[in-house]
């Protein structure tokens, strides 16, 4: 089985090879913004337990792993919980839940409608390389508790990403219409997303290109080893810039 390996991160240089500043983790500025972005990383961390198991009733042979995988999201939660608490930070809870509402909805109405493609896009691919891109910036200039704690979770969610990838490779001659549909309503949501998180990242010292470059980079190499062809996957891609 062909699987995207977790990739080594220069933790103390940025993309450009220059020094990493910390932030200051005590900062009323970094704590406010910490407040929002904790609590996004819970929610989705939540979110992905759910999903999870949803897509377990869908995919029933399947259940007993995809049960492992949302056990591993509910471990990251209460690991996303703990750096909270250690900066002394209150998530943002309602923030966070308006933040995945769209993206929750979709994925409801494709579940409801036994749609897993659309729900594998969702919560396997979309979802976890958003986290992956997030978590691969973050390390680098996160808390040393935080930073231990989500160098455990990325591994994890490559596993994550591998699943939804293998399942869609398999049965992808009869799926990629729906796929490339559910695409081009959820990609946009993603680019949005990261939009909308772009101001409190920069507070932590996470930059935004940075954030869409690791993004693009976990997408778009699912997308090969799904065996979508370069037109089909830089059309896939250019959903988020339309
Ligand atoms: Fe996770
Ligand atoms: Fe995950």
């Known amino acids: 089985m062909a699987t995207i390996a977790s990739p080594e991160v220069d933790i103390d ?10 932030p200051d983790f005590s900062a009323e500025s970094y704590k406010d913004a910490y407040s929002r972005i904790n609590a996004i990383v819970i929610e ?9 198991i949803s897509i377990g009733n869908l995919i029933p ?11 591993m999201e509910m471990k990251h939660m209460r690991g996303f919980t703990a750096c909270g608490k250690n900066l002394g930070v209150k998530a943002d809870m309602p923030f966070a839940k308006k933040f995945f509402s769209k993206l929750h909805g979709n994925f409801q109405e494709a579940f409801s409608k036994g749609n897993i493609t659309t729900c594998l896009l969702i919560q396997a691919i979309l979802i976890e390389a958003f986290a992956i891109s997030a978590y691969n910036v973050y390390i680098r200039v996160a808390d040393p508790f935080a930073k231990k704690i989500t160098e455990g979770v990325v591994k994890d969610e490559y596993l994550h990403l591998n699943y939804g990838q293998e399942w ?3 049965n992808l001659d009869t799926c990629k219409e729906e796929l490339i549909q559910a695409n081009k309503e959820n990609l946009p949501l993603i680019k949005s997303m990261l939009d909308q998180v ?24 699912s997308l090969v080893e799904m065996g979508l062809d370069n037109r089909q996957i830089a059309r896939m891609a250019l959903a988020a810039v339309v």
């Not at 989705?44 to 999870?52: R, T, V």
């Not at 101001?199 to 993004?215: S, V, Y």
């Open 61 to 71: 042979e399947n259940a007993a792993e995809l049960k492992k995988l949302a056990v």
């Open 198 to 221: 772009a101001t409190d990242a920069e507070i932590l010292h996470m930059d935004k290109e940075e954030l869409m470059e690791e993004f693009m980079i976990a997408y778009q190499d």
């Open 13 to 22: 240089h940025d993309i450009q090879g220059s020094p990493l500043e910390l």
């Open 168 to 170: 869609l490779k398999a």
């Open 44 to 52: 989705g961390e939540k979110e992905a337990y759910d999903n999870y």
